[in-house]
C-alpha cells in the first residue's frame, strides 16, 4: 500500500518568515495530493490540494508543489501569522477517492 | 450546517466494555470514514463507507465494527476495549464530485483504562 513520509515532525519560524513542509510518497500510482490543517481541539480542515497532472497550485500565502519523477510534494506558507501555528497533515490517494493516507504530521509554531 | 457531527467528545471505558462511536452528516455526502489519531502516527483509517449498505476494512479495522444503514449516519463499534484502542478518533466525509476532499468532525477522545 501507499506509504506517506513527513518532515519535520516540528518547525518553528520567525512571524513574517516562510515555512516549508515535504512530504515523499511511495506509489507512483498516486495523483491527489491534500493538505490538512489542524487546530488545537479540532478536526483536520482541507487547505489546499494538488492533482498530479499540476505542478504548483497557489492560494494566497499558501502554495504546494509536485515533482512526480521524485515523488514528493510540499507546502510553502509565505508571510507566516501567527494564526498559521498548528499541526499541517500531507496525504495521497488514488484518483480522488476518500481512502487518503496521511503523512505523520507536522507541528508548525510561528514566533512573534 | 452542522457538517460532521460526533458524539460524545470524550469516553473513559474500562477494558473489556464495549461502546458506540456516533458519526452523523447533514451534507449528503456518498463516503464516510473513521481514522484515529496517535501521536507520531498520524491519521490511520480504521473503516470507510462509499454508500449505504457498503462498507470496507482500512489499515487498522481489527477490533472495530461499521455499519452504514442511511447515508447520513456512521457509527463505530468497539466490541471488547483494549488500552491499545486509546486515541482520538475522527469520522469524516466527502461527497463524489469532491472525491477526497474531506470534511472532518470535532473528534472523540477515547481512554481505555
Known amino acids: 500500500g501507499e506509504n506517506v513520509e513527513q518532515h519535520p515532525s516540528t518547525l518553528s519560524v520567525q512571524e513574517g518568515d516562510s515555512a516549508v513542509i515535504k512530504c515523499t510518497y511511495s506509489?507512483?500510482?498516486?495523483?491527489?495530493f491534500p493538505w490538512y490543517k489542524q487546530e488545537l481541539g479540532k478536526g483536520p480542515q482541507l487547505i489546499i490540494d494538488?492533482?498530479?497532472?499540476?505542478g504548483e497550485k497557489k492560494d494566497q500565502r499558501i502554495a504546494v508543489t509536485l515533482n512526480k519523477t521524485a515523488k514528493h510534494f510540499s507546502l510553502h506558507i509565505t508571510e507566516t501569522q501567527p494564526e498559521d501555528s498548528a499541526v499541517y497533515f500531507c496525504a495521497a490517494s488514488y484518483d480522488g477517492n476518500e481512502k487518503l493516507t496521511f503523512g505523520t504530521g507536522t507541528r508548525l509554531t510561528i514566533i512573534p | 450546517n452542522a457538517g460532521v457531527t460526533q458524539t460524545p467528545k470524550f469516553q473513559v471505558l474500562k477494558t473489556g466494555q464495549s461502546m458506540t462511536l456516533q458519526c452523523a452528516q447533514d451534507?449528503?455526502?456518498?463516503?464516510m470514514s473513521w481514522y484515529r489519531q496517535d501521536p507520531g502516527m498520524g491519521l490511520r483509517l480504521i473503516h470507510y463507507s462509499v454508500g449505504a449498505g457498503i462498507t470496507d476494512q482500512g489499515e487498522v479495522p481489527n477490533g472495530y465494527n461499521v455499519s452504514r444503514s442511511t447515508t447520513e449516519d456512521f457509527p463505530l463499534r468497539l466490541l471488547s476495549a483494549a488500552p491499545s484502542q486509546t486515541s482520538v478518533y475522527f469520522c469524516?466525509?466527502?461527497?463524489?464530485?469532491?472525491?477526497?476532499?474531506?470534511?472532518f468532525g470535532s473528534g472523540t477522545q477515547l481512554s481505555v483504562l
Open positions: 506509489d507512483s500510482a498516486s495523483n491527489y
Open positions: 494538488i492533482r498530479s497532472n499540476v
Open positions: 451534507m449528503n455526502h456518498e463516503y
Open positions: 469524516a466525509s466527502s461527497s463524489v464530485q469532491g472525491a477526497g476532499k474531506l470534511f
